[in-house]
């Protein structure tokens, strides 16, 4: 069992940067894929960025490639989101999320998730 919880999230202007943070609790937060999705009103969540086990391989989605960066500190039990030039179409709730598979894009295959960080970027 893992317990997630997102912070960092908050209200930045447009350019501004923000960076999430997701502790997990447990002691085998190295053996888990973390990836990072979001939700905005009225739409889906959708994958944002994810990276494997020991932290070297990462993907993101097309929408924040150059832009956010994804970490992980093992000894730490925490994944991080770099969030750098932010725009208003990235206002979302922001959620962590845990699992055991080695694909990192797809939400249901995620069995661990945060409550949720909110992010709002003004124009």
């Known amino acids: 069992q893992v317990q997630l919880a997102e912070s960092g999230g908050g209200l930045v202007q447009a350019g501004g940067s923000l960076r999430l943070s997701c502790a997990a609790s447990g002691r085998t937060f190295s053996s888990y894929t973390m990836g990072w999705f979001r939700q905005a009103p009225g739409k889906e969540r959708e994958f944002v960025a994810g990276i494997r086990r020991s932290g070297v391989t990462t993907y993101y989605a097309d929408s924040v490639k150059g832009r956010f960066t994804i970490s992980r500190d093992n000894a730490k039990n925490t994944a991080y989101l770099q969030m750098n030039s932010l725009n208003p179409e990235d206002t979302a709730i922001y959620y962590c999320?845990?699992?055991?598979?080695?694909?990192?894009?797809?939400?249901?295959?995620?069995?661990?998730w945060g409550q949720g960080t909110q992010v709002t970027v003004s124009s």
């Open positions: 999320a845990a699992g055991t598979q080695v694909v990192v894009i797809e939400k249901s295959l995620y069995s661990y």
